[in-house]
């Protein structure tokens, strides 16, 4: 089996799990303890905490450990804009995930915000002055992702965070897709706040990061006892924590070798893809895209036949994001790049992790171009 679905999980790394293991057997104290057993997990707590707070460039007081990418951007919505409402204003992208998509429905239905959503241009990118034409002094948060999920595309958060920090608004990007392929430095980036999931790292599900500015109000979701520094009650998930943190150290530190062998793979199935098969569409920017994603459209195809012929192939994928899988609705992030209904329904997304080979990309390539070339047919003897 070929597994190129790394976009919506990952294996965990075996330092991950190494790092965790005590954690869950000897070391498995409440961090909150006073005792000599708690206090050993206060310390290896700290420690995760520290090693996030180096790789992000960061305070350590500003990582806040979360159950993954969904809270931690739930956090970062909700807590800054309820606890500075100004305007209640709320700017982001058309393709964000759902669990900013969602967030924001929430704020707007029951807390009265208004939110703007910005189009993106037919590869997938925000454009500056997009941006700039819709903050307002009312605006409370402007929340844009770093690479999308689906097609790839990496937006220009610099640019982007630096037209918000002209107009006094606080920015916070979702991360989750973007880490351990592109630079996760706070400082550089110019955002107040991120948000990073374990398990597309290679570390355990049920972990994640919400870096946030401590000088920003926030306001938490949920309440007890105060851990987190009161931003987020509830008994620390300390192994998950230092896994977290491993897998994030490595992942940062073999990144440079992991984006440039990538890139090589990620342009050679796309160009495999696009010759072999007559009419397919690259979904997402050519060059402006995650190293590790290569998505496609295939008018005439369906969709859910490809995935399966791949499948008999030995080539596992999807359409899109694994959170909207089984949806019958047309991805909303491809109708928002322009594309029809239909074609939307034709989508195919292959993503892979480091340790995926040029062999196995190649493999597959052939596999997407033999398979989508032997549904057409039959769709054209029919």
């Known amino acids: 089996m070929i597994y190129l679905d790394a976009a919506a999980t990952t294996p965990v790394r075996r330092e991950a799990l ?68 100004k305007g209640k204003h709320i700017v982001a992208s058309a393709i964000e995930h759902p669990a900013v998509l969602e967030t924001l ?47 790839g595309t990496v937006q220009s958060i610099p640019a982007l965070a630096s037209i918000c920090r002209e107009q006094g608004v606080p920015f916070h990007t979702d991360a989750v897709q973007a880490a351990g392929w592109l630079p996760l430095d706070s400082a550089e980036l110019g955002v107040d706040a991120l948000s990073i999931s374990g398990h597309k790292l290679g570390a355990s599900k049920g972990c994640g990061v919400l870096f946030i500015r401590s000088r920003l109000p926030l306001e938490p979701l949920v309440h007890g006892g105060g851990q987190e520094r009161g931003k987020r009650s509830g008994t620390e998930n300390v192994a998950g924590a230092v896994a977290m943190a491993t897998a994030l150290k490595l992942a940062q530190q073999e990144r440079t070798a992991n984006t440039a062998a990538s890139i090589l793979r990620r342009d050679h199935l796309i160009s495999a893809v696009l010759k072999g098969v007559e009419g397919a569409l690259l979904t997402g920017h050519r060059e402006q895209r995650l190293p590790n994603i290569a998505s496609f459209c295939f008018p005439g195809a369906s969709g859910e036949a490809i995935l399966l012929e791949l499948e008999r192939a030995g080539v596992v994928t999807s359409s899109g994001s694994a959170c909207a899988a089984g949806a019958s609705e047309p991805s909303a992030v491809l109708l928002a790049l322009g594309l029809g209904p239909d074609i939307a329904q034709t989508a195919l997304r292959l993503s892979w992790t480091a340790a995926t080979s040029d062999a196995e990309i190649a493999l597959a390539g052939r596999a997407v171009v033999a398979s989508v070339r032997s549904i057409q047919s039959l769709g054209s003897r029919t």
């Not at 961090?31 to 707590?45: D, I, K, Q, Y």
């Open 18 to 85: 190494e790092a965790m293991w005590p954690l869950l057997t000897t070391d498995y104290g409440n961090p909150s303890s006073s005792h000599t057993v708690g206090e050993s997990a206060a310390r290896a707590l700290d420690y995760a905490r520290r090693l996030v707070a180096r790789e992000l460039n960061c305070k350590p007081n500003d990582v806040v450990f979360t159950s993954g990418g969904t809270e931690a951007d739930n956090l970062a919505i909700k807590g800054i804009s309820l606890a500075r409402p």
């Open 105 to 151: 429905d929430y704020l707007q239905r029951f807390h009265g915000f208004r939110i703007s959503l910005l189009p993106v241009t037919a590869e997938g990118l925000v454009e500056e002055a997009t941006l700039r034409a819709v903050l307002t002094e009312e605006t409370t948060l402007c929340t844009i992702m770093y690479a999308n999920n689906e097609v």
